[in-house]
C-alpha cells in the first residue's frame, strides 16, 4: 500500500457528519493520500486543514450555494466525472450520493466505494423525499422539475455504480440495498468513532432526567415523532441539530415546557450532553448511525426504532420499537423506565468499543491490501 498513490474522494465537504467522519478516519490511514470533493468548506474540517484537498468546478460559486449541496443536485455527477484522477494507482470513494461517479483513465487503476447507502432520493425513500423535503420559498417553483433531474441521476448512478471494482458497506442492512439496487456484492465494514472521548465512569446517574436525541431536522430523521411523543408524555427531552424541520418542529413543540430546542452544537460538547442523559432516542431508520455508538460509549442506554443499521450497531444492547408511531415508542419509553435500574451500563462501553475508529481502520486496511 505504501508504493500506491491513492485518492480520497468525498460527495461533499461542507459540514459535519456520520460520512464525513469516515473520511477523516481514512485521511488519518492514509497519511499522503490525496482528498477530493464536489465542494469544501475548510472552517468545518480542522483535521484536514495540512492536507491536500482538490475540489471540482462547483467550488467556484457563490459561497452561499456551496453550502448547501442539495441545490448543485443537478451537477453533482458531472462534477465527479470531470476530475482528474490519472495520477493515482487507488482510488477510495465514500459516497451516499455521486462520489462513485468518478472516471478511470488507466485500466490498472482500482477503485473501491464505501457505500453509506444507494443514494436515498434516488431510489427507496424517492417519493418521501418529493413530497416530504422542504424548500425555500425560492425554489418551490421549481419543484416540478426535480422528477426528471431524478429520473436523469438515477441512471447516471446505476452506470456509475457497474464501473466500481469493490463495493464496501457499512451495514449488512446497506449490503442487501447495494444487492437490490446496483445488482454488486459487497463486505460490510462498520463505520467508527472515538470511543475514548466519551468514556466515563458509568455511575452518578440517579439525578438524570432528560431524554436525548442528536440529529438533523430533515424528514426522514423522524423528530416530530419526539416533539409529539414527549409532548403527550411530558417527560424532559433535549434535541439537538439543524435543519430545513426545525421550525415545524418548534410549533409541533409549542406549550411544551419540557421539551428543550438546543441547535448546534459543538462535537466537543457532545460527550456531556450524553454523559447526563436518562437515555438516547434514534427514531429513524438509518443506513448505520453512530450516534447510538456515541451514546453507548457514554453509557447511555438507547431507545430506537428497530429497523435499519441500528440492528447491527445497538440490536440487544438497547430497547427496539417496532413502528414510528407514538403509541409504539411510548410504549418501549415505559418499558425503558421499568428496566433503567437494571441496565448493566459497563456492558455498553464494552459493546460501543467495537466499533471504535481504530477497529474500522484496521478492517479496511485489511480488505485492501487483500485485494488482487
Request: include cysteine; charged fraction near 25%.
Amino acid at each position: 500500500m505504501t508504493e500506491k498513490r491513492i485518492a480520497i474522494i468525498a460527495d461533499w465537504l461542507t459540514n459535519r457528519g456520520g460520512a464525513e467522519h469516515v473520511i477523516e478516519a481514512l485521511a488519518e490511514s492514509f497519511p499522503e493520500a490525496v482528498l477530493f470533493t464536489s465542494v469544501y468548506n475548510p472552517e468545518e474540517f480542522p483535521k484536514l486543514k495540512t492536507r491536500e484537498v482538490r475540489t471540482s468546478f462547483l467550488q467556484k460559486l457563490p459561497q452561499f450555494l456551496r453550502k448547501k449541496h442539495q441545490f448543485l443536485l443537478p451537477w453533482l455527477a458531472k462534477a465527479f466525472e470531470k476530475l482528474d484522477l490519472s495520477e493515482f494507482d487507488l482510488i477510495i470513494s465514500s459516497s451516499s450520493a455521486f462520489a462513485k461517479c468518478i472516471s478511470k483513465t488507466r485500466s490498472d487503476q482500482v477503485h473501491v466505494c464505501y457505500c453509506h447507502t444507494p443514494t436515498r432520493y434516488l431510489y427507496h425513500a424517492r417519493e418521501e423525499y418529493l413530497q416530504d423535503y422542504s424548500l425555500p420559498w425560492w425554489a418551490k417553483p421549481g419543484k416540478f422539475l426535480l422528477p426528471g433531474i431524478l429520473d436523469r441521476l438515477t441512471k447516471v448512478d446505476r452506470v456509475a455504480a457497474q464501473k466500481v471494482d469493490y463495493f464496501i458497506s457499512n451495514s449488512d442492512y446497506i449490503g442487501k440495498r447495494i444487492e437490490k439496487y446496483y445488482g454488486r456484492p459487497s463486505q460490510t465494514i462498520y463505520p467508527g468513532i472515538d470511543t475514548s472521548v466519551f468514556r466515563g465512569p458509568p455511575s452518578g446517574r440517579d439525578n438524570n432526567q432528560y431524554f436525548l436525541a442528536v440529529g438533523r431536522f430533515i424528514p426522514y430523521k423522524k423528530m416530530e415523532l419526539l416533539v409529539e411523543t414527549f409532548k403527550d408524555n411530558k417527560l424532559p427531552l433535549k434535541l439537538v441539530g439543524i435543519g430545513p424541520e426545525l421550525e415545524r418542529c418548534k410549533k409541533l413543540a409549542a406549550g411544551a415546557n419540557n421539551i428543550e430546542f438546543l441547535g448546534f452544537v459543538d462535537n466537543q460538547d457532545l460527550p456531556v450532553l450524553y454523559a447526563g442523559a436518562r437515555a438516547f432516542l434514534f427514531p429513524s431508520e438509518e443506513d448505520f448511525g453512530l450516534t447510538p455508538i456515541e451514546a453507548m460509549a457514554s453509557g447511555c442506554p438507547v431507545i430506537y426504532y428497530a429497523q435499519g443499521g441500528a440492528c447491527e450497531s445497538v440490536g440487544e444492547y438497547g430497547f427496539g420499537f417496532e413502528n414510528q408511531t407514538q403509541g409504539a415508542l411510548q410504549i418501549m419509553i415505559n418499558k425503558f423506565l421499568e428496566e433503567e435500574s437494571q441496565i448493566d451500563r459497563i456492558a455498553l462501553f464494552t459493546h460501543a468499543e467495537n466499533f471504535d475508529t481504530r477497529v474500522f481502520q484496521k478492517n479496511i486496511k485489511e480488505f485492501l491490501v487483500s485485494l488482487p
